[in-house]
């Protein structure tokens, strides 16, 4: 079976920042906890036209130009931005397509939440392992979940990092280098109704009297509830997911030399990195850029690089977790295969 490797990544981020003392005069909460125990010092924000699908068209044509490829060459887009994006009911990913003239490929979206990445590249590996006719494979998309937060709902305090970018990732069967291996992902739907947005579904719509305001964002029913069975759950699917990518690479913990990994509350990235025996040297901690949902792998992978904390023949793991809940890990061989 012909391997299938990275060929570039692209990323955009929005210039403007959210600082953590905005964060605090925002919410109410202590500077210090928004810095320390959160890890926030700084997250981007987008402009106006920081749109989630043309963010994820300014990072696919980035990773195309790295690449030195013409985009006639993409066989699939996978759209892996939010379903939050400039139009509702909207398939983000045929636009794409025709923005950065894709015009042999065909395209659709995807959604895990901030899992889609990860998702995304087990599909688009396992499209080219199945269909010889597909050679190359576009994932490209935006974020900016951001715009949901109620910064006065106590419940949400949670996702007070999520910020905004766009990230691309540009695959092809057959190439030599970055070695995509195996994924895992582990879902839980006992959380699923756990992080809503009360309206705009079937079941209250926007129309609804009385319904505006605070329910046109992301609340929590059930916080306590929710945190107590999280805590119990959510270290463990992390090291599962990622000790399972692993094994099925033929590889285990010890062989991890850097750990993409998403922004999260600095206790629980290092508890993480604790458990597997690494150091924050062989990882980066996102408190400059927020959590961009599932873009903070491709950050991270673009920091890493520059950073030189990612190596030839090093073995890199890209770790994801969203809201539903979902976890997921991706194992890749970098540089010559």
Same mark, same amino acid.
């Given at each position: 079976?012909?391997?299938?490797?990275?060929?570039?990544?692209?990323?955009?981020?929005?210039?403007?920042?959210?600082?953590?003392?905005?964060?605090?005069?925002?919410?109410? *909460?202590?500077?210090?906890?928004?810095?320390?125990?959160?890890? *926030?010092?700084?997250? %981007?924000?987008?402009?106006?036209?920081?749109?989630?699908?043309?963010?994820?068209?300014?990072?696919?044509?980035?990773? *195309?130009?790295?690449?030195?490829?013409?985009?006639?060459?993409?066989?699939?887009?996978?759209?892996?931005?939010?379903?939050?994006?400039?139009?509702?009911?909207?398939?983000?990913?045929?636009?794409?397509?025709?923005?950065?003239?894709?015009?042999?490929?065909?395209?659709?979206?995807?959604?895990?939440?901030?899992?889609?990445?990860?998702?995304?590249?087990?599909?688009?590996?396992?499209?080219? %392992?199945?269909?010889?006719?597909?050679?190359?494979?576009?994932?490209?998309?935006?974020? /900016?979940?951001?715009?949901?937060?109620?910064?006065?709902?106590?419940?949400?305090?949670?996702?007070?990092?999520?910020?905004?970018?766009?990230?691309?990732?540009?695959?092809?069967?057959?190439?030599?280098?970055?070695?995509?291996?195996?994924?895992?992902?582990?879902?839980?739907?006992?959380?699923?109704?756990?992080?809503?947005?009360?309206?705009?579904?079937?079941?209250?719509?926007?129309?609804?009297?009385?319904?505006?305001?605070?329910?046109?964002?992301?609340?929590?029913?059930?916080?306590?509830?929710?945190?107590?069975?999280?805590?119990?759950?959510?270290?463990?699917?992390?090291?599962?997911?990622?000790?399972?990518?692993?094994?099925?690479?033929?590889?285990?913990?010890?062989?991890?030399?850097?750990?993409?990994?998403?922004?999260?509350?600095?206790?629980?990235?290092?508890?993480?990195?604790?458990?597997?025996?690494?150091?924050?040297?062989?990882?980066?901690?996102?408190?400059?850029?927020?959590?961009?949902?599932?873009?903070?792998?491709?950050?991270?992978?673009?920091?890493?690089?520059?950073?030189?904390?990612?190596?030839?023949?090093?073995?890199?793991?890209?770790?994801?977790?969203?809201?539903?809940?979902?976890?997921?890990?991706?194992?890749? /061989?970098?540089?010559?295969?």
């Amino acid at each position: 079976m012909e391997s299938v490797g990275i060929m570039s990544i692209g990323l955009y981020l929005p210039e403007q920042r959210m600082s953590s003392q905005e964060i605090a005069a925002a919410s109410g *909460i202590p500077v210090e906890v928004v810095e320390q125990k959160m890890g *926030i010092k700084e997250k %981007t924000i987008p402009a106006l036209d920081d749109h989630p699908c043309e963010m994820g068209i300014r990072a696919a044509k980035q990773a *195309i130009d790295r690449a030195g490829i013409q985009p006639e060459e993409i066989e699939v887009v996978i759209y892996i931005g939010e379903e939050y994006k400039e139009y509702p009911v909207w398939t983000a990913a045929i636009h794409l397509q025709r923005e950065i003239g894709a015009v042999n490929a065909w395209a659709f979206d995807i959604a895990l939440r901030c899992g889609t990445s990860i998702l995304g590249m087990k599909l688009a590996k396992d499209l080219m %392992t199945a269909d010889p006719a597909i050679r190359t494979v576009l994932l490209a998309g935006g974020y /900016r979940n951001g715009d949901l937060v109620n910064y006065q709902n106590p419940r949400t305090r949670f996702l007070f990092n999520l910020s905004a970018g766009g990230g691309a990732i540009l695959l092809r069967r057959g190439w030599t280098q970055n070695e995509v291996l195996a994924t895992h992902i582990i879902t839980d739907g006992s959380f699923s109704q756990d992080v809503i947005i009360p309206t705009g579904g079937t079941k209250i719509s926007h129309t609804c009297d009385g319904k505006a305001g605070r329910w046109g964002y992301f609340d929590v029913p059930d916080a306590k509830g929710m945190k107590e069975r999280l805590e119990r759950a959510s270290l463990q699917n992390f090291l599962e997911a990622i000790r399972q990518s692993l094994q099925k690479s033929g590889l285990s913990d010890k062989d991890i030399d850097y750990l993409g990994i998403l922004h999260m509350k600095r206790s629980a990235h290092e508890a993480i990195l604790k458990e597997l025996g690494l150091s924050s040297e062989q990882t980066i901690y996102l408190d400059h850029y927020g959590h961009m949902g599932q873009f903070d792998q491709i950050l991270s992978l673009e920091l890493g690089l520059q950073a030189g904390k990612i190596k030839e023949s090093d073995v890199v793991v890209l770790v994801s977790a969203g809201i539903g809940y979902a976890w997921g890990a991706t194992t890749i /061989r970098w540089g010559r295969v």
